[in-house]
């Protein structure tokens, strides 16, 4: 079936340095991709997409790399922050549901001082 | 003012209790839904309701009944809860017709005693 699924679920990376987030999604049908980023207490926020057809995006110190040929996602964090401290998760939306986004168990990142 | 706003923001309930969580979204969106987040699992669609019309159900038990008034405004009631439903709920809202994110509430911390 369908899954999402995350390669670490925990994460720490010294403040300054980047990070990286892995995913791994298995629908080939999966032509939406999201990262969220949820802090304790609060509800996912969302960072960045990308559609199927691209493999890159960039945002404000995140980018986003997609390989549909491995089906992989991955999240990179420049200068990583304090407050970048958090669980991120990454979803998909198959072209055949256009309403399910399909989340992975999330990977607690902990940035070290 | 957020684009969308769950109350209460925590709750205990005993299993024979009846309540309700609330949900409201200020961002003009068509589609509304519920998702549990239990630890250190996958955030589970429960409902979807796309137009004020449910949509999805995704084999939620009984003991959990979706309300949608109006495109605004999402209600889940509660009524005999056992101890596993404790969890946190969230509510989220977007925009159908195109790949657009998904934006949540900060949820409802719910505890089943």
């Known amino acids: 079936g369908e899954s999402v699924g995350l390669h670490l679920p925990t994460l720490s990376v010294q403040e300054g340095d980047n990070s990286i987030i892995n995913c791994a999604y298995s629908?080939?049908?999966?032509?939406?991709f999201i990262w969220y980023k949820q802090e304790s207490g609060k509800g996912p926020q969302f960072i960045i997409d990308i559609r199927s057809n691209m493999d890159k995006r960039q945002g404000q110190r995140v980018t986003v790399l997609l390989n549909k040929t491995v089906k992989h996602l991955s999240l990179q964090i420049a200068a990583t922050q304090p407050g970048d401290s958090a669980v991120y998760f990454c979803a998909d939306r198959s072209s055949g549901s256009a309403r399910q986004l399909t989340f992975g168990s999330g990977t607690q990142l902990t940035v070290l001082p | 003012e957020t684009g969308v706003t769950q109350t209460p923001r925590h709750l205990v309930m005993g299993m024979t209790n009846k309540k309700s969580l609330k949900c409201e979204q200020h961002l003009g969106h068509n589609a509304m839904y519920w998702y549990k987040q239990s630890a250190k699992k996958p955030l589970e669609l429960m409902f979807v309701y796309s137009l004020e019309e449910r949509v999805e159900n995704n084999s939620v038990p009984s003991r959990f009944s979706p309300e949608c008034p109006n495109s605004s405004h999402l209600f889940l009631h509660l009524h005999t809860l056992q101890p596993e439903d404790s969890a946190l709920y969230l509510c989220a809202s977007s925009q159908e017709g195109g790949n657009t994110e998904a934006f949540f509430g900060q949820g409802t911390r719910l505890t089943v005693v």
């Open positions: 629908n080939s049908a999966s032509d939406y």
